[in-house]
């Protein structure tokens, strides 16, 4: 997602993307423990993503 996207979300649906994202990293996390992970890159990705929903939530929260 952009940061464009992101800001135009609300604070309740950053919270379930938030949540969403997380749940996908710990899932990446357990396939690259167990040598199944096809693109580790994603890993990257997603870790970026959380910290861009986190970045806008605490800008929303701080307005």
Not at 3 to 21: C, G
Not at 37 to 58: C, D, F, G, H, W
């Amino acid at each position: 997602m952009t940061m464009k996207e992101i800001r135009e979300l609300s604070p309740a649906e950053l919270s379930a993307k938030l949540k969403d994202l997380k749940s996908e990293l710990m899932n990446l996390r357990f396939q690259h423990a167990v040598n199944q992970l096809e693109n580790p890159q994603k890993m990257v990705e997603v870790k970026k993503s959380i910290a861009r929903v986190l970045t806008v939530l605490k800008e929303k929260e701080s307005k």
